[in-house]
C-alpha cells in the first residue's frame, strides 16, 4: 500500500464511520450534562491508555471554555500518585472505583471513555457510580462491549480501529464543550 492510499483509506473510514453515529445519542447525553450543570453536581471522567488522554483533554476543554458556567469536573486519570498507589496498594481494577468511592455522591455523574467497553477499572467505576445513584455515561466503540448494557446513556462509534474511535472521542467532547459554550454565550 502507497502512504496516499493508507491515507485515503483512513479518511474514508471516518466519513464511513459519521454516518453510523446516532446524533439523537449524542443529543441524549447532552441533555444528562445539562441536568448535571444545572443541578451542581460533579462530573467524573475516567478512560485508560488513550482514552485517558482524551479524558483529561475533555476536562481542560470544559473548564476552560466554558465561562461561568462551569462544571465540577474531576478527572480520574489526572493523578498519578493516588492511581499508582491503589494500583499498588489495592488493584488496578479499582483504580477508578476508589475515588469514587470518596469523592462521588448521589446526583453525580461518571463519565467513561473506552474502545473496547471491557477494561475492568472501568467496568468496576461504573457498578460504583450505580451504587453511589450516579449517572452513567460513556464514549463507546468497536460494539459497546459489556460497558454499553450498564451505563444509563451512551454514543457508540462502531468502528474496530482504535484511531477512529479514539477520534470520535475527541470529536465528541468538543461538541460537547461548543454545545455548552454556545449556551453559555446565548
Known amino acids: 500500500m502507497t502512504k496516499k492510499q493508507i491515507i485515503e483509506d483512513y479518511l474514508e473510514d471516518l466519513i464511513k464511520v459519521r454516518k453510523?453515529?446516532?446524533?439523537?445519542?449524542?443529543?441524549k447525553i447532552l441533555d444528562s450534562l445539562e441536568i448535571i450543570s444545572l443541578?451542581?453536581?460533579?462530573?467524573?471522567?475516567?478512560?485508560?491508555?488513550?482514552?485517558?488522554?482524551?479524558?483529561?483533554?475533555?476536562?481542560?476543554d470544559m473548564v476552560?471554555?466554558?465561562?461561568?458556567?462551569?462544571?465540577?469536573?474531576?478527572?480520574?486519570?489526572?493523578n498519578v500518585p493516588i492511581m499508582s498507589a491503589y494500583a499498588n496498594d489495592v488493584s488496578y481494577e479499582k483504580v477508578f472505583s476508589s475515588i469514587l468511592d470518596d469523592l462521588g455522591e448521589?446526583?453525580?455523574?461518571?463519565l467513561v471513555?473506552?474502545?473496547?467497553?471491557?477494561?475492568?477499572?472501568?467496568?468496576?467505576?461504573?457498578?460504583?457510580?450505580?451504587?453511589?445513584?450516579?449517572?452513567?455515561i460513556g464514549f463507546l466503540g468497536f460494539d459497546g462491549g459489556q460497558a454499553k448494557r450498564r451505563l444509563d446513556e451512551y454514543i457508540l462509534i462502531p468502528?474496530?480501529?482504535?484511531g477512529i474511535v479514539e477520534d470520535f472521542h475527541l470529536v465528541l467532547g468538543h461538541i460537547i464543550t461548543d454545545y455548552f459554550k454556545k449556551q453559555n454565550e446565548s
Open 20 to 27: 453510523l453515529i446516532e446524533i439523537n445519542q449524542i443529543e
Open 159 to 162: 468502528s474496530k480501529n482504535y
Open 39 to 60: 443541578l451542581n453536581k460533579k462530573l467524573f471522567i475516567a478512560g485508560n491508555g488513550g482514552s485517558a488522554g482524551t479524558a483529561s483533554h475533555l476536562v481542560c
Open 113 to 136: 471513555l473506552t474502545a473496547s467497553g471491557n477494561s475492568p477499572n472501568i467496568l468496576q467505576a461504573i457498578e460504583t457510580a450505580k451504587k453511589i445513584g450516579m449517572t452513567t
Open 64 to 78: 476552560k471554555n466554558i465561562g461561568n458556567r462551569r462544571f465540577k469536573m474531576i478527572s480520574l486519570v489526572d
Open 106 to 110: 448521589k446526583g453525580d455523574a461518571l
